[in-house]
C-alpha cells in the first residue's frame, strides 16, 4: 500500500498558477501516478498521469496545454503544475496510485490521498 499526502491548493485568481505536490511513503508507485479532481456535485474526472518508471505522460482535453504533470523518483514525489487556471478547474484535487488497467478509470486506482482544494476565482 502507498501512503499519498498532496499539498500545494489554495485559491487563486483566474490565469494564475499552483503547484500542487503529491508525497508517497510506503511502497513507490509501480504502475502510473495519477491526478484527478472532483467539483462540488460532479463526478471524479481523470487530470493527468505519468508512467512512473519511463515519465510518459498523459492529459485530460480540459488541461492540456496548461497543466503539466511530473516526478521526481527519488523524493517519491509527483507534482501537477497548472497554469493559466479558470474558475471551472475549481475542484478537490487528488493523486492516486495505480493498480492495474486503464488510467483513466478512478476505479483502477487502489491508494489515494486526501486531496486538496483549489479555488479559482474569476
Known amino acids: 500500500q502507498v501512503q499519498l499526502v498532496e499539498s500545494g491548493g489554495g485559491l487563486v485568481q483566474a490565469g494564475g498558477s499552483l503547484r500542487l505536490s503529491c508525497a508517497a511513503s510506503g511502497r513507490t508507485f509501480s504502475k502510473f501516478a495519477g491526478w484527478f479532481r472532483q467539483a462540488p456535485g460532479k463526478e471524479r474526472e481523470f487530470v493527468a498521469a505519468?508512467?512512473?518508471?519511463?515519465?510518459?505522460?498523459y492529459y485530460a482535453d480540459s488541461v492540456k496545454g496548461r497543466f503539466t504533470i511530473s516526478r521526481d523518483n527519488a523524493k517519491n514525489t509527483v507534482y501537477l503544475q497548472m497554469n493559466s487556471l479558470k474558475p471551472e478547474d475549481t475542484a478537490v484535487y487528488y493523486c492516486?496510485?495505480?493498480?492495474?488497467?486503464?488510467?483513466?478509470?478512478?476505479?483502477?486506482?487502489?491508494?489515494w490521498g486526501q486531496g486538496t482544494q483549489v479555488t479559482v476565482s474569476s
Open positions: 492516486a496510485a495505480l493498480r492495474g488497467g486503464s488510467i483513466y478509470q478512478s476505479n483502477n486506482y487502489n491508494d
Open positions: 505519468i508512467f512512473w518508471s519511463g515519465g510518459n505522460t
